[in-house]
């Protein structure tokens, strides 16, 4: 009798615990906004003459940063196919960035080095 009134009591505590974190659970959902703000930052490396990765996935709204990685030499990063200005000249350790608002794939080539080749893509 006594061991089912203890069992009884756990039963209540863990109703008790699981609706309590449903609901913490269900007012986190209901406060997060329509498009999370929540943008992230992706690096892409430059070294050895080459993009790391060459391809790289991003969320609409990110941030592509291309670091040089090189120990000497330039870099720059061009979306040639779009007809925009190529970038800034990268020296070892410097970057430069490009935000992606909209859902699509960017190809790109390094300008000095056309054999060197990426691409990001936007989902
Ligand atoms: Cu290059």
Redesign the pocket.
Known sequence: MKAKEIDHSRLDIHHFVNGFAICCFSIMLAALPLEPACADTVEVRIEK?RFVPEVVRVKAGDTVVWKSYEKRGY?TVWFQNEGVAESELMFPGESWQRKFDTKGEYPYI?G??PH?VGRVIVE
């Open positions: 003459m870099h390094c000095p080095h060197m």
